[in-house]
């Protein structure tokens, strides 16, 4: 079975084709395939509060393509979600009514709590050791969602306007940064120690610098450790010399500023980084909708 799904994010819109197998009632979902277009509809919705004609155009023409994808891979279904540059966008629902009129997607803007839930019906806390208190961090281009976990429940889950294209272009308040931060210390207390889950583009790249091996953790003192070689070169230096994609090279520093500091307010030394996001959460929620069917069917 495929399924597909769309994330459009503040920095980039993906889509994300994968398999899930079911072998005796065991369930294991697996990356068919993954295509990213930094679209970067959060410069226009965090510095003008709206969505321009020409970053509509190509996210029209991204959305047009990626419906074809779907159609030529026969996914049995999908979904489209958009967050935190459409949902400050005056002329969002005028954007996703042109979407599905052109593209023949129908996109939902999704608000943070949603957007939270999402990303948590990935479950990855049930492959963990239960014994253990977890912090889920993402971290988008406008948005940063976390969730503490302890005994495999979760205890808070919040969401929050601080992002890397926001940060990057000085639009989070300094008391709204302030809350934040206090926010985190005051959750956290009284479940030490703990472990940090990380997702979300920024994370997984400085993870795959890192060169951990899958499923080790990162410790957060070598994430200080690249944060600092990445703050001692230039933009194009991160793009000649480091290899980033010019679209990651002004995002990644931001990104590591948020992670660094939520690590540091919650006291976590390490965190893991299973190479999830909205985007697979998508696809469970969608496994579940067509099992949910096919029972109703059946019963």
Request: overall charge neutral; cysteine-free.
């Given at each position: 079975m495929k399924f597909a799904a769309i994330d459009i994010g503040s920095n980039a819109v993906r889509l994300l084709f994968c398999n899930v197998y079911d072998d005796n009632g065991k369930i294991s979902f697996k990356k068919a395939?993954?295509?990213r277009v930094p679209i970067r509809l959060g410069e226009d919705s965090f510095l003008n509060g709206?969505?321009?004609t020409k970053k509509a155009d190509k996210l029209v023409t991204a959305m047009k393509a990626f419906k074809n994808l779907i159609d030529v891979y026969d996914a049995i279904d999908y979904r489209a979600c958009a967050t935190s540059a459409m949902r400050d966008a005056d002329n969002r629902y005028d954007?996703?009514?042109?979407?599905?009129k052109e593209a023949g997607i129908k996109i939902e803007i999704i608000d943070g709590k949603t957007e939270a839930d999402i990303i948590y019906a990935n479950h990855i806390e049930e492959h963990l050791d239960k014994s253990n208190n977890y912090l889920y961090i993402?971290?988008?281009?406008g948005s940063t969602e976390i969730t503490l976990f302890s005994k495999n429940k979760a205890v808070v889950s919040q969401s929050f306007n601080i992002g890397t294209i926001r940060m990057l272009h000085n639009k989070i308040e300094k008391e709204y940064w302030t809350y934040f931060k206090n926010w985190v210390e005051e959750i956290t207390k009284g479940y030490k120690p703990l472990i940090a889950i990380?997702?979300?583009g920024n994370i997984n790249k400085l993870f795959k610098?890192?060169?951990r091996k899958p499923n080790k953790a990162l410790p957060t003192e070598k994430l200080k450790g690249i944060y600092d070689v990445l703050e001692s070169y230039s933009y194009e230096e991160r793009v000649k010399i480091l290899g980033l994609n010019p679209d990651r090279a002004d995002v990644i520093i931001p990104a590591s500023k948020i992670l660094l500091t939520i690590l540091k307010k919650a006291a976590i030394e390490k965190v893991i980084v299973p190479q999830i996001g909205l985007s697979d959460g998508i696809v469970h929620q969608l496994y579940e909708k067509y099992k949910e069917k096919k029972l109703a069917e059946q019963g």
């Open positions: 395939e993954l295509i709206k969505i321009s954007v996703v009514q042109r979407v599905r993402d971290i988008g281009g990380g997702s979300g610098m890192s060169d």
